[in-house]
């Protein structure tokens, strides 16, 4: 067990320093003024991210992918659609309701929408699409034509909120489909797919195993847009004070801060575990049946998991939310173009300390036997990041409507699924919902929040956010082109091999003669 946890700190280490460094970095300049206290509590606040990291990632190994796959297996077996549809609408609905990362979302627009309406509006969204994705893996769907005709309704249903005058609604509705894949909703989910198309079996099982992230997604979007419907459009304007994002400035001040924030993850998670736990308990008690061994191994698991998220969680909130906000302003200050280089390098590095990451690209080379190997699924994601926040922070400089980036990039998208293997673009929309992770709720969109607030106050809700929805967008690109790579190679290896048979049948020819 110390060894897992050690190659787990390691890993974790890997991921952490490049954007810690970046900070540390950028505070010894004069493009960023960062106090003695700030700058300790930041890395007091990195080596804790470590920690959570660590122990986040070898729960779900040992608890979060094997209950989800064992729900998913066993649900399958009883061969009762009803039950399978039952059980997928009542755990999306309540896991996302528990999501910490939603509530990071929902606390920073309080100002002008209940964080409960936010909340419950989002998690029927993902009920409702998790069985649809159920659905498709029961009913062998393809995943590119469900993609297609649920972006298409949720361009319309865009066009209808633009219409009544409610555009102001657009980032924050793309910004929820972001935001609801998180570090607890991942790991159970996919494991949940890989459950329920392995036992279903087929020709495309390990294809079908994805696409549930993709398809959860899409759900919050058109649940948001349409309570955007009815929402006074004037009223909603998000005008951030800077004090909401200070570090205290003495040790004692700090200590209870972070006592605080820490007493507060801690009951967000206790809850959110402990729903999938009670539900993982119920299908335990009735269907699988595992023995004792095993499920103390599972709840060992989400002991590291519990502890894992509630460290991961208050560094990120005390941490990284403060000292993203004020990098974002104090670089903005300092020229406009400024922030969009370092947004493109922060997008480069801070994908890589999300934790649902490490699990995606850890399941997706495990089940494609290392055909998608996670180093090159990393490069994908950290380029695919780094692009979307560049463009983002041009968004918020020319102040233009998310729309200009979002229909274009989703068209690419969806065109490109037609040229590359089916895999890959299950992999791809699933890993658009993962990299937009609580790392990208609390350091990245409070660096946007800041940045606006610098250059455009009264435009933080429209151009601020809108920053999840582009971290989630841009992977499905760049993860297909991998995948569009991989076809070329494909071929021209054939074509190598061909011509080697061609030429070995004339030498034989020639040597007859």
Not at 5 to 17: G, H, P, Q, R, Y
Not at 62 to 72: D, R
Not at 179 to 206: C, D, H
Not at 261 to 271: P, Q, W
């Amino acid at each position: 067990m110390l060894i897992q946890l050690w190659d787990k700190i390691k890993e974790a280490l890997v991921s952490v320093l490049p954007v810690s460094s970046i900070v540390l970095i950028l505070s010894f300049t004069p493009l960023v003024n960062l106090g003695t206290n700030e700058i300790i509590m930041f890395v007091i606040c990195a080596i804790v991210l470590i920690i959570g990291i660590a122990l986040f990632n070898l729960g779900a190994d040992m608890a979060m992918t094997p209950m989800g796959e064992k729900v998913g297996s066993s649900l399958t077996k009883t061969k009762k659609v009803s039950i399978m549809v039952a059980v997928a609408f009542v755990m999306g609905l309540l896991i996302t309701i528990a999501e910490p990362d939603l509530s990071v979302l929902a606390s920073q627009v309080s100002s002008v929408l209940s964080a409960n309406t936010l909340i419950y509006s989002i998690g029927l969204g993902v009920g409702l699409f998790l069985v649809l994705s159920v659905l498709k893996i029961v009913f062998k769907k393809d995943l590119s034509m469900m993609l297609m005709f649920f972006y298409m309704l949720m361009f319309a249903v865009s066009c209808v909120v633009i219409t009544n005058g409610n555009g102001r609604f657009l980032a924050l509705s793309y910004d929820s489909g972001g935001v609801t894949t998180g570090p607890i909703t991942v790991p159970f989910i996919m494991a949940l797919g890989v459950g329920i198309a392995s036992t279903i079996g087929g020709r495309n099982s390990k294809e079908n195993s994805f696409g549930l992230i993709a398809l959860c997604s899409i759900g919050p979007i058109l649940t948001v847009l349409l309570l955007g419907m009815g929402i006074d459009s004037s009223k909603l304007v998000v005008n951030p004070s800077p004090s909401d994002y200070s570090i205290a400035l003495t040790l004692s001040e700090n200590a209870n801060v972070i006592l605080h924030e820490l007493l507060i993850k801690s009951k967000e998670v206790l809850i959110a575990l402990a729903l999938i736990v009670v539900f993982f308990l119920v299908i335990q008690f009735i269907f699988i049946k595992l023995p004792k061994k095993k499920l103390l191994q599972i709840f060992i698991g989400i002991g590291y998991t519990f502890v894992g998220l509630v460290l991961f969680l208050t560094a990120a909130s005390v941490g990284y939310l403060p000292i993203g906000y004020q990098m974002g302003n104090q670089l903005a200050s300092h020229g406009e173009s400024l922030v969009i280089i370092f947004g493109f390098i922060l997008g480069l590095v801070v994908v890589l300390a999300e934790p649902a990451v490490h699990v995606l690209t850890k399941q997706v080379e495990e089940i494609t036997t290392g055909g998608v190997s996670k180093k090159a699924m990393l490069v994908a994601l950290s380029i695919g990041v780094g692009i979307s926040l560049g463009l983002s922070m041009i968004r918020i400089v020319f102040d233009f409507s998310i729309l200009y980036y979002i229909i274009p990039g989703y068209f690419i998208s969806l065109g490109l699924s037609f040229f590359v293997p089916k895999m890959y673009t299950a992999i791809a929309f699933d890993s658009g919902g993962v990299a937009s992770g609580p790392l990208t709720s609390s350091f990245i969109l409070p660096f946007a929040i800041g940045t606006c607030a610098a250059i455009a106050p009264g435009t933080v809700l429209e151009n601020a956010f809108g920053i999840v929805a582009m971290v989630a967008m841009t992977p499905l690109i760049t993860i297909q082109l991998l995948g569009f790579k991989s076809v070329i190679s494909k071929k021209a290896k054939e074509k190598i091999l061909m011509k080697r048979i061609i030429d070995a049948n004339d030498e034989q020819i020639i040597n007859f003669m």
